[in-house]
Structure formats: structure tokens, C-alpha cells
């Protein structure tokens, strides 16, 4: 037997593949069998044609940030003329707007800000608990950040998210992880936590009673080990927790206005890339494209693994970047049926998947 047929017979028959196969696999299979085997993966979970998507923007609230990792085109250091830190009534003026149009998700998205303790968040949060109640959902920070909030507040993690969640927070998400390699996060964001200390704000965040998700981000310099050993270590952490992570997103690094530069990969190698991470993370139900960053080819994603998107309505980290944020619903939409699927929204505010219509 050859080595595609015994790696699709060990997934027909519930089983998953090694580190080796999916190094074989990225140099040996083609895109069509990359889609195939990433099929028999999401089938488990998922109905061949069955995709949801949900509506969200991105709250940048505010732009300083201490880490200075080189690929990041949104920071400004403390004291940088063009700085800001949003006020609650501006927040509120951007949930209002997404409300207007039919969104319910808000990821709040700032940096290594040390003038914001953690009383800033729980005020911030607090507020837009109560003014909203449960009719939204927020994403209220990245993983990264809530650790760097709960050093600089000299708190524990266990703390910190104790205070978050009697403001109402109830999710955090998985940013931060780039890729969750300590070599590559030496080269790139040396300031930006590694690999051990990630997964332990994770287990934290799910032991506070919170939910978060896994992210990814390709398309820097990073080696194929790197990307493994991302995909291996969310595999592990997947295991451990039975499942913490609610889904798994990955998205491209866009290379304008930032000091590492270079280009960006191409639509068919994330696409591959998707694929693999159907393939792999065969305990994860949800795996997500990214529209942000690949507009129409995030939903040729849909028959490379992918079950779920966003559709966003602003980034400001990612369009600083170079990345152009399709808004027009219907058309990204019209994407997604091209490719066989007719998406169902679903909401934020629920717990759980729920399509709306
Ligand atoms: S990527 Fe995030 S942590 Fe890194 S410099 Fe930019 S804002 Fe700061």
C-alpha cells in the first residue's frame, strides 16, 4: 500500500496521522488529495456542505504596545506622537455600528500598553457588559496580553481572570500565538512569551471558567518544523483539556509598513496549509478560515478543511499591515456558494454553534 492510501485508511478509520506524515504530506501530496483527506477529517464533525460564519469587527483600542515584535506594523511605543487609547464612549460607538448592520462579535485587540492596569479592563468590560448585557459577545483580549495586564498589575493569572470575569468577560482568544515555535519567537518577538508560558495562560484562562480558541498566523519566514510544532503543541494541548479550544483560526502575515518586510505566501499554500491543519488537529471541531487576510480564497478554505468565518468588519492591526476588508456581506458570500456551500450565520452570543436562520 502506498503511503497516501495508509495514511487515508488510518483517518477513515478514526485514527491520526504523526508529525512524519504530515511532513510527507506537505512535500508529496496534491492540493487535490490535501483536500481529500482534510474532508475525511471535518466529515466527522461537520455535514460535507454544511459552513457558518459570523459577523464581527475588531476593537483596536489602543495602539501602544512594548513588545516590538518586527513583524507588526500597528505599535507605537510610549510617548510616539500618533498614540491613542480609545475612550469607553468611542467603544460603544463601534459596537453600536456593528449592531447596526446585523454583527454581534467584538474582538478588543491593543498591545503591551504599561499605563493600562487591570482596572482599565474591568472598567472598560464592565461597562460594555452592562450597556449590552448578553445580547453581543466580546472577545475581550488576546492570550498575550492578559498576560502581560496581569504582570504589570503584579497579579497572578488566576487573579487577573477572576477580576475579567466578574466584569463580565467571558471569552478570551488564542492571539498572540503567531506560530507557537520558541525559535521562532526568539527570532521575531522575543518580548512576546514563549511557548510554555502561552499554554499555561490557556489552561489558566479555561480553569477561570472562560472560553478561548487557537490561533495561527503563517507566512513569516517560519520553517515547516516551526509550523509543526505549532500544530503539534495545540494537538497536545487539545488532548490534555479534552477539547478547551472552541476552534482553530489561522491567517497570513501581511509584510507592509513593518521593520521585517518581505511578501506575502500564495493563496494555494494556504490553502495547503488549511488542510493540514484539518488533517491534524483531529480533535479540534472548528476549524476557521480567515477572510481578514485572504478574502475570496478563504472560502475555496470550505473544500480544504475550513467550516467556519468571519466575515469583519474593521482590523486596524491587519489593515495597517496591507490587508483590504471585503464588507460587502452578500459578496463574500457569493464566494462561499461558489465553492458548493450555502453558509449559515450564527451567533456570538451563543455558547455554542447556532445558525440563525
Ligand atoms: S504584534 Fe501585538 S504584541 Fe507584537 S508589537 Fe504588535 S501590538 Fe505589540
Redesign the pocket.
Known sequence: MDRIASIENALVGGGRISRDDAQWLWHNATDGQLQQLAGIVRARYHKPFDATYLLMRIINYTNV?V???D??S??RLPGQPDTYTRSKEWVFSKIDELIEVGGDLFGFN???NPELKIDYYTDLFGAVREKYGNSIEFYAMTV?ELIYVAKISRLSLEEALSRLYDAGVRWVTGG?AEVLSDTFRKRH?PL?YTVEEYFAAQRAILAAGMKTTGTMVIGFDETLDERLDHLESVREFQDVTMGGLFSFLCWTYKPWNNELGGSEIDAQEYLRHLALCRIYLDNVTHVRASVLTQNANALRGLSYGANDFDIPWEDE?TQLAGAVIEQDVERVLGYARAEGFEPRRRSAARPTLVALS
Open positions: 504596545c513588545a516590538k515584535c513583524y507588526c500597528f505599535y491593543g498591545g503591551f498575550v498572540g518577538s512576546k492591526v
